[in-house]
């Protein structure tokens, strides 16, 4: 278990650039098993989950060249099936979430897929029931072998239908979009995730040959087609990324330009860290931060305390909540922070009370915090990163706090921030990675 040491306190400034999206890149990743032929993928983040996916990818027979840090290219013209059947296979893809969506590639080209439960964050249950019913409404049979907790899909000859989504689920979505685009006739997705992740996964499925309208939508309309083609495709900057780094600014009084964002892909997300009062300057595509000693939290129109909740896009992501929940922490005024998607999230809160925030935890999925206004800091304490998020919101704490602190397992912040030690550095961070 990896540890991280920070002596808090430190303005940070400089320039970062966020790393390609982590969960874009594991959908984009699961589609190259769709053609034989050779994808190149761009902004492919170095981070544990994504390389993680991309050694199973490897394990399963797709053959793979490194043109550069963050380029690679992609060949599965001789994908080892057997493979799906050893226990090796079973364990790796159970250690992370975004490897459920080589399910929908596999059945789309082989007519079959196996898998064992898949991982990711500790956050509340995770449900795949959106992905299975999909399947099912193409014609795939579902099977669960409840002592061994793996999921088998088989179906040849898949048949587009219409289908209206129980929830609009990120992974699910991806997974039937996938699985649909070599089908037979027509499929059309109502209640479909529109998330820059999968408008950019069905973007490049349009370039390998697929046809999809609705892009950007909740209703996609797929036209199976025979096969896929290879493609070239660049992730978009982690918008997750650009919101921890607006909130560590804040935090940290610091003075950070993020280069490069894509602000209009960046949806609700800079509005939102606004009405937490940070100040932020748009110059072309970079967001400039000014080291801010105070930053108020709006109210609504009618003076009531501002609630800050999680949606599906074009909502304000959930995976940032953590995040505007530690910026409260040292804000004027007063949020709710509702988590409505998670159950299990809003935990770590216990740690910034610890540090000596002011948050009171109403239930598992609603936190009101009161900010210091900085009257008084953080305080540095020793502490466990529960998931990445969390994770990161504590790193964030820990960078504004007086004094040291460590935070354990680490390993949940390197599933989905790049070298964010040395990255943070650059900027004057004091941070050590034990
Ligand atoms: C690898 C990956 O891409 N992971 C992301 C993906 O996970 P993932 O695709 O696993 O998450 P889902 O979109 O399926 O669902 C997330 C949670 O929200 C609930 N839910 C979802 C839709 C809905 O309309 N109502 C509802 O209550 C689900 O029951 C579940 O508890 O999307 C989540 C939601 O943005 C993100 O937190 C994860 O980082
Ligand atoms: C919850 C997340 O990831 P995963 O779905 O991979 O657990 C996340 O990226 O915030």
């Keep these: 278990m990896g540890s991280f040491r920070v002596r808090g306190g430190t303005k940070l400034q400089g320039e970062i650039t966020p790393q390609g999206a982590k969960n874009e890149a594991l959908q984009i990743l699961c589609g190259v098993l769709l053609t034989p032929e050779k994808m190149t993928l761009r902004k492919v983040p170095n981070i544990r989950d994504v390389n993680k996916l991309i050694d199973l990818l490897g394990d399963m027979g797709v053959k793979i060249t490194k ?52 991982g990711g964050d500790k956050i509340g249950r995770r449900r795949m029931d959106t992905h299975f019913v999909g399947f099912q409404k193409l014609g795939a049979k579902f099977g669960y072998d409840s002592k061994r907790e793996i999921f088998h899909i088989d179906g040849k000859n898949l048949k587009g239908t219409y289908m209206l989504l129980d929830e609009a689920s990120v992974t699910g979505t991806a997974n039937i979009v ?54 070239e495709h660049t992730m978009l900057p982690d918008m997750i990324e650009i919101g921890s780094f607006i909130g560590l600014a804040a935090m940290t009084e610091s003075e950070i330009t993020i280069k490069n964002a894509q602000i209009p892909r960046l949806g609700i997300i800079p509005d939102t860290f606004k009405r937490m009062g940070i100040q932020m300057e748009f110059r072309d595509d970079d967001i400039y931060i000014p080291s801010q000693k105070h930053y108020e939290i709006e109210t609504f129109i009618d003076g009531s305390i501002l609630t800050v909740a999680d949606a599906i896009w074009p909502g304000f992501t959930p995976d940032l909540l953590s995040v505007v929940l530690v910026t409260a922490t040292q804000a004027k005024g007063t949020v709710l922070v509702h988590q409505k998607m998670f159950e299990s999230r809003l935990f770590f809160v216990d740690k910034l009370i610890d540090m000596g925030a002011q948050i009171i935890l109403c239930d598992p999925h609603r936190a009101t915090v009161i900010g210091l206004d900085r009257k008084t800091s953080l305080r540095g304490i020793r502490m466990t990163s529960p998931d990445i998020r969390a994770g990161v919101s504590l790193l964030i704490a820990a960078l504004s706090a007086e004094g040291t602190s460590i935070i354990d397992n680490i390993e949940q912040i390197d599933r989905g921030y790049q070298h964010i030690d040395e990255r943070l550095r650059k900027l004057g961070a004091d941070i050590e990675r034990l």
Excluded: W
């Design 67 to 118: 043109l550069g840090p963050e380029a690679y290219t992609f060949q599965a013209d001789e994908i080892n099936l057997d493979y799906l059947e050893t226990e090796e296979f079973l364990v790796k893809a159970s250690s992370l979430r975004g490897s459920v969506m080589i399910l929908g590639p596999l059945l789309a080209r082989f007519g079959t897929g196996k898998l064992s439960k898949p």
């Design 178 to 231: 996938m699985a649909a685009s070599m089908a037979e006739g027509k499929t059309t997705i109502y209640n479909a995730a529109c998330e820059p992740y999968l408008q950019q996964l069905c973007s490049m499925l349009v370039r390998m040959g697929a046809k999809i309208t609705g892009i950007g939508s909740n209703l996609l309309h797929i036209e199976g087609v025979k096969e896929l083609g290879g493609t």
